[in-house]
């Protein structure tokens, strides 16, 4: 069993940055990839990115390459989302997840999800 608490949202002006962190609890931390979604109001929850196990493999949606960066600290219980340049249309609720993701950009094949936090850019 894995608990996630994702933490770093909040109103950032477009070309800002933020930085999320999502703790987790548990001693089985780095057996777990781990993922970020996001969702805005209406719309489906879309992956973002991805990050193995021991983090030498990441994933990127297009929509986020070269301005999101996933990190994690196996040490901490910790995943990152680095987000720079942010626009208004990254505007959304975002969830970290983790689980023994096969398709990465699946959100059916993570086991555990994080409550999820706000993220609003404003132009």
């Known amino acids: 069993q894995v608990q996630l608490v994702e933490s770093g949202g909040g109103l950032v002006q477009a070309g800002g940055s933020l930085r999320l962190s999502c703790a987790a609890s548990g001693r089985t931390f780095s057996s777990y990839s781990l993922g970020w979604f996001r969702q805005a109001p209406g719309k489906e929850r879309d992956f973002i990115a991805h990050?193995?196990?021991?983090?030498?493999?990441?994933y990127y949606a297009d929509s986020v390459k070269g301005r999101f960066t996933i990190s994690r600290d196996n040490a901490k219980n910790t995943v990152y989302l680095q987000m720079n340049s942010l626009k208004p249309e990254d505007t959304a609720v975002y969830y970290c997840a983790a689980g023994y993701s096969y398709t990465y950009y699946d959100s059916s094949t993570y086991n555990y999800w994080g409550q999820g936090t706000q993220v609003t850019v404003s132009s």
């Open positions: 990050i193995s196990r021991i983090g030498g493999t990441t």
